[in-house]
């Protein structure tokens, strides 16, 4: 794991993977998009239930992805490791586009289905709370000129951040909301039927994978930039 | 079988569909376009000065 930190080696490890990675979540979605698409239409809300197969997995990883950032930037903070700083900087607009994606898609869903495209439940307001997260991190790393600076006040605010997960998740069971509680993870089991069930995993899987992929493309891109910055100090110092 | 008939919920169901697909596809060409783009510039930086004024 540690040995992994070390960003020249990362660079050699992960060469390839971003591309194998997005490849493997591009099998995965085309299958659970086929299975979506011959699952038979809900009794209740029809061929809208087949939103479900995308606006899932998009909330799954707008919140796993916050996972990623904060214990990136735990570690940051703790071992003051720069490749912790990378990975916590590039994972916030990634985290952010799958957040935003939930919220359209669950808009999208929510107006056939509840009469209304928004309604300030707590499962909706805790996710646009999750997306002012990401938003702010972004903007404070924006907002310092120091890069270990910012480094260090964006991950504090992420680790702040990382109290509203437990709302976002149990906001359904703790308060009395329009949003339907949990139909997966769930104390007595999924309270769906194998013809959606399967389809929301592979795509659950997929948007996972599709976003390690991503991550990892990102984490890449921003060591080399770092190296590129650091080339041409050397070179403005006559080095 | 395969269903596209969403009716009458076609636009909800094909709109959900067409911003999953134009974040993702938008997130993914900016992410790989820019790590195309990172890559080719430090290679150009890092290559030795002769092999970077060879015009070969």
């Not at chain 1, 099998?27 to 995308?54: C, H, K, N, S």
Request: glycine share 10%; hydrophobic share 55%; proline share 5%.
């Amino acid at each position: 794991m540690w040995g992994l930190a070390n960003p020249d080696r990362f660079m050699r490890l992960t060469r390839g993977w971003g591309l194998a990675l997005g490849l493997v979540a591009l099998g995965l979605i085309a299958v659970g998009l086929w299975l979506g698409f011959t699952a038979p239409e809900d009794y209740q809300q029809g061929d809208t239930v087949r939103i479900m197969f995308i606006h899932v997995p998009a909330a799954w990883v707008s919140m796993a992805a916050y996972v990623a950032m904060g214990a990136a930037s735990f570690a940051l903070l703790v071992w003051r490791h720069p490749l912790a700083d990378v990975a916590a900087k590039v994972c916030a607009p990634i985290g952010a586009t799958f957040t935003v994606l939930a919220l359209i898609t669950g808009s999208l869903w929510g107006k056939p289905m509840w009469g209304t495209w928004w309604v300030w439940d707590a499962r909706l307001t805790s996710v646009v709370v999750l997306l002012l997260f990401y938003l702010g991190v972004m903007a404070l790393r924006a907002a310092i000129d120091d890069e270990g600076r910012a480094g260090r006040a964006a991950a504090v605010l992420a680790l702040i951040g990382l109290v509203n997960l437990p709302i976002v998740k149990f906001s359904v069971e703790w308060w009395s909301t329009l949003h339907q509680p949990a139909s997966v993870f769930r104390g007595d089991g999924p309270a769906l039927t194998a013809d959606y069930l399967w389809p929301l995993g592979l795509m659950g899987l997929g948007y996972t994978v599709l976003f390690a992929a991503l991550w990892i493309i990102a984490i890449r891109t921003e060591v080399r930039a770092r190296r590129i910055t650091a080339l041409m100090l050397r070179q403005a110092r006559g080095g | 079988m395969l269903d596209l008939d969403m009716s009458p919920y076609g636009p909800f169901v094909w709109g959900a569909y067409g911003v999953s697909l134009a974040l993702l596809g938008a997130l993914t060409w900016s992410i790989v376009s820019r790590a195309r783009a990172t890559a080719r510039r430090l290679a150009a930086m890092e290559r030795p000065p002769q092999a970077a004024s060879d015009p070969s």
